[in-house]
Structure formats: structure tokens, C-alpha cells
């Protein structure tokens, strides 16, 4: 058996400019950091007298081929690495899927991770992330971007500059534990209980940014070009430490993200977005991911505490949560090889 464990990310910056309908005319970035909730990946070959292929998520898979399984993402990687085998393959998450937080390029990248360790084949940490995004992006044909698989296999805190050719290029911003507890602190999370696919979103959006004829085209193109900008001052304010700064550019970035589409946000969000502000000093605040639920992060410097109280009271449970520095990597591998890497660290 091989298990992985590969980190959620939260986008910091730029969110929306990784899509191709934006990055291929105008070049893409984004900032984002990986946290220390994860998706487990178990895959186990089964025994010669099986004649059948389990796959559990939130459902249960009996399957005799790859054509059988349901799941597209466990099915295109299975069969784009031909794992012919009969396997049992198990997925489990710390927190919901579609929640914002890139779960579906996490499980693609951990399970890949596994598949690269099962074929006993060392790739690096780009070539992972290319081939995740190759089966969403190309074969999938989903309306995603890359940001989710590129955090899920580089870990930490990024910046990914997208050429208009598709290129990654992948740089490290240097934070410190000091900085990394004050985000962590004052910048907290919460659950909205609120589960959607961005996927809705994301069709809009991209369907906007491509059709010049579009009467939302230049709103959405002129909202993302002000997020790409908004996503380098960002960038700044934590190399700099000024997470204050970065509050006050996350509040600017919800209000230009907030035009990319009217299912971004909930009116029920936005006053109480409006509501915390007001009564608890809350510089900045955002829908974590596409938009449309899952998490908010509000940063909030001084009445931390009273605000976890207040939103609770609203059914939304505060989620603690750190920073993570790794990326998708093998944790336990029990198939005859101890300590097995699949990537070579970047």
C-alpha cells in the first residue's frame, strides 16, 4: 500500500488569471500558499484472485476496467499511466470538497503521486504539476485553471507567473514563522457549510474573458487585469510583512473579484461581510476559491475571538489552520521499498 499526502491551498493574489481564456492574451499570476489540511491517497494492489477494481470517495467503485470507473480524475490518470491492475484506491480529506480550496487538483496530484510511486519512477515536482493540469485542462476539457495543481505539487507560499504560452514559471516568497502565526491569527477561516462546484463559476468567467463579443467581456477583463495588479502588491505586502496592507488589498480584490460574475458572492455574505467590518475591525475579507460558499477568510488584527463567537453564532465554525511548506508527497509506503520519493524537491 502507498499513501500520500498532499496540501489545500489558499489563493492570496491574483485569483481568476490563471485560466487560459485570460493568461494566453495577457500572461497569468498568482500568490498563493498551501495549508496544513490535506488529502489522503491510498492505493493497495489486490491480490491475483480479484478480478475487480475498488475506488472509494464519497462513493464505492466495484469495477472490472478503467472505462468503468466513474470518477473522471482517478479514471484519466489510472489510464493515461496504464494501471492495468486490479487496485484498491481511497481517498480522504481533512475538510469538504467543494469548498474553495482546490480539493480536485489535490486529489489528482496526490494520486499521481501515488501511481509515479507505485511505477517506482522519480519525476520532478514541474513535470507533476503539468501532467495534473493536462488532465483537467486538455483531456477533462474542465473550465480550470493552474494555480490548484501547481500549489497541491509545489507546497508553500508561490508565486506562479503564467506565460501566454502556458508556461509555469514557479518562484518561493519567503516568509517567516513570525509572519506565517500572525496570518495565521488574525487572518482566520471559516466554514460557511455551503458546498458548489466552481465550475459554474468559472464557465461564466471564461466564456466572458474569450468572446470579445460579450457584453460582460471587458468587465471581466478589466477586473482580472486590476486582480493580476493587485495580486503583485500583495505579494509585496508579505515580503515586506505588512499583513495589515495585505488586508486592506484583499478587501480591494473582493470588490473587483465580486464583478467577475453575479455567482461569485451571496447577498447573505456580503452583508455580513459589510456587518463584521463595522462591529469588529475587520480590514479584509474574501470567498476562498471560485466563490459561491465553502470558506471565508476575514482578517480581523484585533477582536479575533469575539468574531470566532459572533460567526459561529451564524453557523459558520471558525477552522484553524498553518501554513504548509510541502507538497504533495508519499508518507508511508508499504508495497517493499521504505521511504520511497517521488519528486525531487524544488
Not at 480524475?73 to 467543494?98: C, M, W, Y
Not at 499521481?112 to 483531456?139: D, F, G, S, W
Not at 471564461?206 to 468572446?211: H, P
Request: charged residues 25%; contains cysteine.
Amino acid at each position: 500500500m502507498i499513501i500520500t499526502r498532499t496540501p489545500f491551498r489558499i489563493t492570496l493574489g491574483g485569483g481568476g488569471t490563471d485560466l487560459p481564456s485570460f493568461y494566453e492574451q495577457h500572461g497569468g499570476y498568482i500568490f498563493a500558499m498551501t495549508i496544513n489540511k490535506y488529502m489522503y491517497i491510498s492505493m493497495h494492489r489486490l491480490p491475483i484472485t480479484e478480478r475487480k477494481s475498488i475506488i472509494r470517495y464519497s462513493k464505492v467503485e466495484t469495477v472490472s476496467s478503467l472505462d468503468e470507473i466513474a470518477h473522471p480524475l482517478a479514471r484519466e490518470a489510472l489510464r493515461l499511466h496504464n494501471v492495468n491492475e486490479f487496485i484498491e484506491l481511497n481517498s480522504q480529506a481533512d475538510l469538504p470538497a467543494k469548498t474553495g480550496l482546490g480539493s480536485s487538483g489535490a486529489y489528482l496530484v496526490g494520486l499521481l503521486t501515488a501511481i509515479r510511486a507505485y511505477k517506482r519512477e522519480i519525476v520532478p515536482v514541474q513535470q507533476l504539476a503539468e501532467e495534473a493540469c493536462h488532465i483537467e485542462m486538455n483531456i477533462l476539457k474542465e473550465p480550470v485553471g493552474k494555480q490548484d495543481q501547481f500549489m497541491a505539487a509545489f507546497g508553500g507560499f508561490r508565486t506562479l507567473e503564467i506565460e501566454r504560452d502556458g508556461n509555469v514559471n514557479v518562484g518561493s516568497v519567503p516568509v517567516d514563522f513570525h509572519t506565517a502565526s500572525e496570518l495565521a491569527h488574525k487572518a482566520r477561516m471559516y466554514y460557511t457549510g455551503i458546498q458548489r462546484s466552481a465550475n459554474t463559476v468559472l464557465r461564466q468567467q471564461d466564456g466572458a474573458a474569450r468572446q470579445a463579443e460579450s457584453p460582460d467581456h471587458a468587465r471581466v477583463v478589466e477586473s482580472l487585469l486590476r486582480i493580476k495588479e493587485i495580486g503583485r502588491d500583495i505579494e509585496k505586502a508579505f515580503r515586506e510583512g505588512d499583513l495589515d496592507r495585505f488586508a486592506v488589498l484583499m478587501d480591494e480584490h473582493w470588490k473587483n473579484k465580486k464583478r467577475l460574475s453575479r455567482n461569485v458572492s451571496l447577498s447573505v455574505l456580503d452583508e455580513l461581510y459589510e456587518h463584521v467590518k463595522k462591529e469588529f475591525g475587520v480590514l479584509g475579507g474574501k470567498i476562498i476559491g471560485a466563490g459561491g460558499g465553502g470558506f471565508v477568510m476575514l482578517y480581523c488584527p484585533k477582536n479575533g475571538r469575539a468574531l470566532d463567537e459572533f460567526m459561529a453564532a451564524q453557523e459558520m465554525p471558525p477552522i484553524s489552520y498553518f501554513p504548509s511548506m510541502q507538497g504533495s508527497r508519499v508518507v508511508a509506503d508499504f508495497s517493499g521499498f521504505d521511504d520511497f520519493e517521488t519528486q525531487v524537491t524544488s
